[in-house]
């Protein structure tokens, strides 16, 4: 019985020749991403603006009332809040973001939990107020600025990491495709002003790492048949060399994205930001494994033949080396 393949061994799929367009594309998008994150910015979590964090159980009830509870205190206007079950299903999280004039007043704050506290005792008698938490602004700026840092350094460590293992055109190449993929990531949270947090970070760090892995295989697959195919063009080369790392390309990306989108679709609303970056990351670092960082290798001039050593130089280095030994 012969084994399901859903892509076969001879593959011969043209990506190269779309290069352009595709190139096209991504610049049209990384600057929309841009101007959308100059201008509506992101919707900062509590974990990064600061607020408060209200945790209650609904001792009278199976299920707490979400979508009630969202609208109830939504109503108080002081901002959507973000309502998440914790625990047992009749436990929730009610997270603000703290008032405007906060960081001056403390006060505010807690006059704003007081009223929540208030509505939801006013619309559920029987509730039970298990505990209040509070992010200052400056806690919340260090962890901002302590996350920053960690995409800055893991981006840093991939660029080293891809300097010193392949030549400085493929480096750039990966270096790019990283920008590429975090810059549109960001983009769909600024479009979408879904809340951006620490769990929002960890993605991206997960996305970096996937996305120079999958770079990775496809370099190695480049750099072995430059050493076997000396003579061919190099956009044949790269065809060549992507569609024999397709097979393994396709699976990991299925694999990884099937759960992401259950989770997605059906997942706590706690990790949905998360999860909505892990499969959208994942499906753009398949694309610029492909569509930007191979086709990079052209762009910077680099021909099949190019790191073949000259034969004059290696040469002229046997001759040391015999006369040394001599």
Same mark, same amino acid.
């Given at each position: ?186 983009? &769909?949270?600024? #479009?979408?002003?879904? /809340?951006?947090?620490?769990? =929002?970070?960890?993605?991206? $760090? @997960? +996305? ?28 044949? &080369?790269?065809? #060549?060399?992507?569609? /024999?790392?397709?097979?393994? =390309?396709?699976?990991?990306? $299925? @694999? +990884? ?70």
């Amino acid at each position: 019985m012969k084994l399901l393949k859903l892509v076969p061994d001879d593959t011969n799929i043209g990506f190269i020749k779309w290069r352009n367009i595709a190139f096209g594309i991504s610049i049209v998008l990384l600057l929309a991403s841009i101007l959308l994150l100059a201008t509506r910015g992101l919707n900062y979590g509590v974990d990064f603006i600061g607020g408060q964090m209200i945790r209650t159980t609904f001792v009278d009830e199976k299920a707490a009332p979400v979508q009630e509870l969202r609208e109830q205190v939504g109503s108080l206007g002081f901002g959507e809040p973000t309502i998440q079950r914790f625990g047992a299903e009749n436990q929730v999280s009610i997270r603000m973001k703290l008032p405007d004039g906060a960081d001056k007043k403390p006060e505010l704050a807690n006059i704003m939990t007081q009223k929540i506290i208030a509505k939801v005792k006013e619309e559920h008698p029987k509730v039970r107020i298990d505990g209040v938490d509070s992010v200052s602004g400056k806690v919340s700026s260090e962890l901002f600025s302590k996350g920053l840092f960690a995409l800055i350094a893991a981006a840093l460590g991939v660029a080293m990491y891809i300097w010193i293992r392949f030549e400085w055109q493929f480096g750039i190449g990966a270096i790019w495709a990283l920008i590429h993929d975090t810059t549109l990531t960001l983009g &769909l949270f600024s #479009l979408t002003q879904m /809340e951006f947090d620490l769990n =929002t970070i960890a993605a991206m $760090l @997960t +996305i970096i790492g996937y996305s120079l892995n999958d770079t990775i295989v496809i370099y190695d697959r480049i750099r072995e048949n430059m050493m076997k195919y000396r003579k061919m063009a190099m956009p044949a &080369l790269l065809d #060549l060399s992507v569609n /024999e790392t397709l097979s393994r =390309t396709v699976m990991t990306s $299925l @694999t +990884i994205l099937t759960p992401l989108v259950v989770l997605v679709l059906f997942g706590p609303d706690v990790i949905f930001g998360f999860s909505v970056a892990m499969a959208f990351g994942i499906f753009v670092g398949s694309y610029s494994s492909v569509y930007q960082a191979a086709p990079f290798l052209i762009w910077f001039g680099v021909k099949s033949d190019s790191f073949v050593p000259d034969e004059k130089v290696a040469d002229a280095k046997v001759e040391r080396i015999i006369e040394g030994k001599v």
